[in-house]
């Protein structure tokens, strides 16, 4: 059976299971700019300044959303708190209810990482004043580092969440912005260190688009600090065993740099074979990203010497 045809099974998993343990569905999800701005509108064949995101995506994105339907989600490109009001509320209306979101709202003034969730939030940290130095100067994470905590079945774990420099630059001493890109990283890094302790068992995932792929300065940071293993990807893989999850139109650039990093911890309490880059019905028109997912079991999960 193809992968994208037991979503809809597979998003009933939020429920108790061994012993008081609850498996959470995460998802990661660039959302192309869920905002307004100057665009090229492909259905009306024009160039629209100060456009919002079109309807024919909007609906795609929805229905992505409703296909792998997760419990916590983390968004990137969403716009400011209203157009995470709205997307909650066309949700809502379809039938799938988030009563709890937040946007981060950072240096970026237009782009923001976001989160929904069916889960009450424990707790919100918008870590804004992450620096690092960058040439002559120091320089904070422009669009943040987001840290949300929730308790399932007795246990606690938090989410990070966050978007990392894009390749663009306008700085030839910077090709692909890989020196800014890999001092977001550190910073964002070490204040996810600061919070929490990979090597005490402490359960955590990092995720979003690190707009750099696996084997690169950028990503290494969050796997591992010297001896200290932070955490490890989850290899999620689409209905064809493809991994991609974003698709570079101009340059026809099939690359995987969205991702959903466990700690060591965490990564124990994936449920085996549950997790996956969505590539059913609207994933092609929603953005130029696929939304990655994965379930995790939390709480008393079998493994007591884990607990």
Known sequence: MRRSAIIGLLALLALPVFGGGEIVRVATYNVENYLVMDRWVDEQERWRPDYPKPESEKTSLRRVIRSVSPDVLALQEMGAPPFLRELRRDLKREGLDYPYGYVLQAQDETRHVAVLSRLPFAEVVAHTDPDFPYFDERETIKRGLLEIRFESAGKEWALFTLHLKSKWTEREDDPRAERKRVGEATAARNRILDRVDPEAGDLFVIAGDFNDTRDTPALRRFLQRGAVEISVPVEAADSRGHMWTQHW???????????????????????????????????????????????????????????
């Open 249 to 307: 139109g101009r340059q026809n650039l099939y690359s995987r740099i969205d991702f959903i990093l466990a700690s060591p911890g965490m990564k124990a309490r994936v449920v085996p074979g549950a997790y996956g880059v969505y590539d059913g019905e609207g994933s092609e028109t929603a953005s130029d990203h696929r939304m990655v997912w994965a379930d995790f079991r939390i709480g008393n999960s079998g493994n007591r010497e884990s607990e």
